[in-house]
């Protein structure tokens, strides 16, 4: 988070990767579970919970608004709902800290609230786009006062009407913050999407008894509904795993499992895409696991990659791997292509532009594009990249560094605990070289 005290990394090669490692619990699960438990009626149990910076900042949200939460284990939380009318007014501005998501959901359950509120972030977070759930709340007769359509958010509690909603960008953020408004609003509310996004809203929705209506690319719920408590098991993420998949494929000699991986199917695109390059994956189906959001074991095994034209309809099904993928790209035989994937400039930092110039001081050759880069594969060489306060650029520059010829200094890591704290000891343990630099 912004207060978070500056830190860099040295990461450098040290040998084939091996072992098994289990990454933390998934972060947009860990939101809307700590969201949906705080709103329904009775006590619900969360497992697999992500203790990260930013899942902890929704909780600490709610607990402002008057919902008990205890923390009897590491990722579990027991939480005492308070129901959809019990949230009580904050006694101050409410602080999402770096987590884009937890913002834009709030906003959509705060616009109904009986109360206002004023919804704070952190130095990147304060730069990120609002407008996408500030005008459709807006339509559904929301309140809410931004600079520019920048955080902070100033919301002035009002009743909603529901809406019939086309997104104009795929994004599982603003589905969510319409829905989770929905829940308050008069009538029916119900979104579109260009195409297929995340859909850990409408399940949990659907687990506390909401009755909602989805499937790909839309869904739609009836207003004045009431949750009701449960027990949940939260995955663990594909997006923290997706740093080891890379690493693994790219390091020579590596075989790394990787134990018990969330493969929601509009998450797991850089499977596909890594696949498509010469990657070699196996996925084992965790018995048990449901079939549209299993669980697998993943084998990891190095393999020579060659670049590609990434397919523009998977870009939305890897959006948070973009990190991973350029880097993998820049270790691959030939050129790759990515495009439509504009959204990456609004992310924690700029990623194309971040990327783009951490490549470049590594010896790639890469271009940007409005919506994309062009990445010409070659050899990795050692030097200092910027992560920008980036967790996933942090982590992505670490695995570069274990196929770089000489160290590489990542500057400013502190926000890889916002996502994956503890990255850096699990890396290590499975054979990345990685350690903190001295300042
Ligand atoms: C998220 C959705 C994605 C993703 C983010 C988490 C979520 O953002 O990039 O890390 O939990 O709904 P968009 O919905 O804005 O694409």
Redesign the pocket.
Known sequence: MSGAARQDWVAGRRGPLTGTLRVPGD??VS??AVMLAALADGISRIEGFLEGEDTRATASVFARMGVRFEAPAAGVRIVHGVGVDGLRAPDGPLDCGNA??AM??LAGVLSAQAFDSVLVGDASLSRRPMR?VIDPLQQMGARIASSDGLPPLRIHGARLHGIDYRLP????????ALLLAGLWADGDTCVHEPHP??D??ERMLRAFGVAIDYAPGTAHLRGGQRLRACELRVPTDF?SAAFFIVAATLVPGSALRIERVGMNPRRTGLLQALRAMGADIEAHAVDGSDRDDAVADLVVRHAPLHGIDLPVEIV?DM??EFPALFVAAACATGTTVVRGAA?LR??ESDRIATMVAGLRALGIACEESADGATIHGGRLRGGRVDSHGDHRVAMAFAVAGQRADGDVRIADVANVATSFPGFDALAADVGFGLRTAGL
């Open positions: 972060k947009s939101h809307r884009g998501t834009r959901l996408r960008v795929a994004s599982a953020q603003v589905k969510s996004t995340r850990y809203t997006s939305p959006i948070d959204e609004v992310k």
